[in-house]
Nanobody, 128 residues
C-alpha cells in the first residue's frame, strides 16, 4: 500500500507563490510516477504535472508550464510542486497521486486512471 499526505495549500494573492508537499509512505517506490492533479469548483479533475521517481523525468500541463515546477527529494520521500506567478484560475483542490508505471507518453502520464493511489487533497485559493 502507498499512503500520500499533502500539505502546503492556502490563500495567496495573484502573482504569489506556494509550495505543495506530498510525503510518500511506502517501503519502495522507485518504479513509480508521481503526479499532481487539481479540481476546481464545478470542473473535472485535471492533470498538472508528473515526475518519474527514479529518473526525475517531468511532464507539465500547458497551463502551468514555466510557472510550476515538480521535484522530488529521495531522502525525505517527498514530492513537491512549486507554484509561482499564481493566477485566480489556479484556484482548486490539489491532489498528489502515485502510479505504478515509469514510462509512457506525455498523454499517458496525464491520465488520472493510470494512478493507483491518491492523497486527500489540499486547497489552494488565489485571490485577484
Amino acid at each position: 500500500q502507498v499512503q500520500l499526505v499533502e500539505s502546503g495549500g492556502g490563500l495567496v494573492q495573484a502573482g504569489g507563490s506556494l509550495r505543495l508537499s506530498c510525503e510518500v509512505f511506502r517501503r519502495s517506490f522507485s518504479t513509480y510516477t508521481m503526479g499532481w492533479f487539481r479540481q476546481a469548483p464545478r470542473k473535472e479533475r485535471e492533470f498538472v504535472a508528473a515526475i518519474t521517481w527514479s529518473v526525475g523525468t517531468t511532464t507539465y500541463a500547458d497551463s502551468v508550464k514555466g510557472r510550476f515546477t515538480i521535484s522530488r527529494d529521495n531522502a525525505k520521500n517527498t514530492v513537491y510542486l512549486q507554484m509561482n506567478s499564481l493566477k485566480p484560475e489556479d484556484t482548486a483542490d490539489y491532489y498528489c497521486a502515485a502510479g505504478e508505471f515509469m514510462g509512457g507518453s506525455i498523454s499517458y502520464r496525464a491520465r488520472e486512471e493510470k494512478y493507483n493511489y491518491w492523497g486527500q487533497g489540499t486547497q489552494v485559493t488565489v485571490s485577484s
